[in-house]
């Protein structure tokens, strides 16, 4: 599967962005699907996932209530709605995709990831 992630910017702190990532293939309701993210200097981290169908979703402690990932598996897309941003969410976003195993949803920060987008820039800076 082939992974397009868009959306990025520059956005004022306080602001929100949606960012979007669309999938090849005709098995994308088979993935999960992640949000990870990478700051200038810093290791890639998870920020959130979302079960194949969508029933299960998990977040960074450090983006809930703010974030939220939904999918929209006839669109072949992923989303993540970024709202009350802050300077420290200032990253390149990389959206993952797994076969969904059935594995339980607490283990998708650290599970193996097979494919990967290409990056969206995401600046929040006043």
């Known amino acids: 599967v082939q992974l397009q992630a868009s959306g990025g910017g520059l956005v004022q702190p306080g602001d929100s962005l949606r960012l979007s990532c669309a999938a090849s293939?005709?098995?994308?309701?088979?993935?999960?699907m992640a949000w990870f993210r990478q700051a200038p200097g810093k290791e890639r981290m998870f920020v959130s996932a979302?079960?194949?169908?969508?029933?299960?979703?998990v977040y960074a402690d450090s983006v809930k209530g703010r974030f939220a990932i939904s999918r929209d598996n006839a669109k072949n897309t992923v989303y993540l709605q970024m709202n009350n941003l802050k300077p420290e969410d200032t990253a390149v976003y990389y959206c993952?995709?797994?076969?969904?195993?059935?594995?339980?949803?607490?283990?998708?920060?650290?599970?193996?990831?097979?494919?990967w987008g290409q990056g969206t820039q995401v600046t929040v800076s006043s």
């Open positions: 979302i079960s194949s169908r969508g029933r299960s979703t």
């Open positions: 293939g005709r098995t994308f309701s088979t993935y999960v």
């Open positions: 993952a995709a797994a076969i969904d195993s059935g594995v339980y949803s607490l283990l998708y920060p650290t599970m193996k990831y097979n494919y």
